[in-house]
């Protein structure tokens, strides 16, 4: 036991030397061993154990188990901490079940003690079988490769020294040491989908093959090394075609129609779940929507939960929130006049600022995309930002050649989404700068600009230069 405890911790970089570490006990024979081992291998690491039980206030028994793990740690001299919650209750506020809510709240105390402890790692007592009790559980509702992994060693600060120990072995460990432990009646009992894969599938299975719990075991270890692998290669992926906002993505469609099946379902799923801030109910069906819109004409969309919108785009396909959607303070803009020289502001959006020059030859032209340089005296004092309308043009040539913008929309590509979101500066009808595009040849600075109009776009709380 202990040999194999010290090979994961070391394996998997589970503790540092000196380190302080909260221990969730529950009383039951899984956490009494964990505290037990880490006992004894504390002298090894100099570590100092913190313990942490949680008093779900479901069962009679309860009382009796919070009394049990308060004893043991006074008798030994560990700290402890108890929490109670009535976790019915709260499953019933959270709309979740009463599994579901026990697991998010142990996990809230546990991080809540850290911090107040100044801890640096939570240790939970899973083991081998409850790995693959995880394993079934994930398969039996539907699964990617992560699921298949099952409970990792490592999530962050939360360790699992006994992830490679049996069940068994945990029995005679505690046996042998004479510790004593709590049993929780509600496990014998079929009332949860965990307990009926624990108590009536697992020993089903294991009557075919006696090793079947460490061969599934060393299943959920290949589908990490997999999923480990894949991760690496979509983060690269996405560092090159697909650009990330706060409430939205861009991925390249062409780029993402290159890649294998498997790493297209990567990408989609890495980035539904970013912007989601939560995986529970994000399936492989989410992912294979969202894949069908490569192949999808402009402007067809999917919903999907948390909120989100995929859309298909001209060269790309969006996912966002729809709430963002309906905010976004560039759409339905009311005209806003320019002030010449001087800043306007724009509610939410940014500010505009102009400034006047006079010049004798032409000046180094401005290459950044949010900063134009015009011929002022081409320029009346109609000058506004607004967004595009029927009827808008530009002057396209040195002729004097009109183009109607929508005309330039579809020849740029520009998905209709996106245009409701652009604005322009105009003088009627005319446009001057498609924001962040291409300006008026008319207005251009020539060998006869004797006045220079420089505009700066600068959206709020970005540097676009």
């Known amino acids: 036991m202990l040999a194999q405890v010290r090979k994961t911790l070391e394996q998997f970089h589970m503790i540092e030397q000196g380190e302080k570490i909260v221990v969730g006990v529950s009383g039951g024979a899984d956490s009494m061993c964990l505290l037990a081992v880490l006992q004894e291998l504390a002298p090894e690491w100099d570590l100092q154990l913190h313990v942490v ?21 006074n008798k030994q001299g560990i700290p402890c901490t108890v929490f109670h919650k009535d976790i019915k209750e709260y499953a019933e506020e959270a709309g979740c079940s009463i599994e579901e809510a026990g ?7 546990f991080e809540l003690a850290c911090r107040q402890e100044k801890c640096q790692k939570i240790a939970v ?8 009790e995880t394993l079934l559980f994930h398969m039996l509702r539907g699964t990617g490769m992560r699921g298949l992994g099952s409970i990792p060693a490592v999530r962050g600060k939360i360790i699992r020294p006994l992830l490679y120990v049996d069940r068994a072995e945990i029995e005679h460990f505690l046996q042998e040491h004479g510790i004593g432990y709590v049993t929780d009646a509600s496990n014998a009992t079929d009332d949860y989908s965990r307990n009926l894969i624990r108590n009536r599938i697992l020993p089903q299975i294991q009557d075919v093959n006696a090793q079947a719990i460490p061969h599934m075991a060393a299943v959920a270890d290949l589908a990490q090394e997999y999923w480990q692998y894949v991760e690496g290669q979509a983060q690269i992926w996405e560092k090159e075609w697909v ?8 991925i390249d469609s062409g780029a993402m129609k290159s890649q294998p099946e498997l790493l297209q379902r990567h990408v989609i799923y890495r980035l539904l779940t970013q912007l989601a801030g939560s995986a529970k109910d994000i399936r492989q069906i989410h992912v294979e929507q969202i ?10 969309q999917i919903h999907l939960p948390y909120g989100l919108m995929g859309c298909s ?3 790309s396909i969006c996912i966002q929130k729809t709430d963002s959607v309906q905010t976004d303070r560039a759409r339905d803009m009311e005209p806003v006049m320019i002030q010449v020289p001087g800043i306007v502001r724009l509610n939410g959006i940014g500010e505009i600022a102009c400034s006047l020059r ?41 002729q004097g050649e009109r183009k109607k913008l929508s005309r330039y929309f579809v020849d740029h590509k520009i998905a209709q989404e996106e245009r409701q979101r652009m604005l322009v500066l105009a003088e009627g ?3 001057d700068w498609i924001i962040g595009q291409r300006i008026g040849e008319d207005v251009k600075i020539t060998e006869t600009t004797k006045t220079v109009l420089q505009v700066e776009f600068r959206y709020q709380g970005e540097e676009h230069g």
């Open 291 to 300: 894949r069908s819109l490569l192949d999808k004409p402009v402007g067809k």
């Open 429 to 431: 009808d005319r446009i």
């Open 125 to 132: 007592a899973h083991h081998q079988k409850d790995r693959v």
């Open 313 to 315: 785009r001209y060269e």
């Open 358 to 398: 006079k010049i004798e030859q032409i000046p180094e032209i401005s290459k950044k995309v949010y900063t134009k340089m015009f011929d002022y005296d081409k320029i009346n004092d109609t000058l506004c930002v607004r967004n595009p309308r029927a009827g808008d043009y530009f002057i396209m040539n040195v």
């Open 103 to 109: 697991r998010d709240y142990r996990y809230e105390c």
């Open 243 to 250: 650009k990330i906002r706060k409430d939205r993505v861009l």
């Open 53 to 73: 039980h949680v008093n779900h206030l479901l069962r009679e028994e309860a009382a009796e188990e919070e009394r049990y793990v308060r004893e043991y740690c």
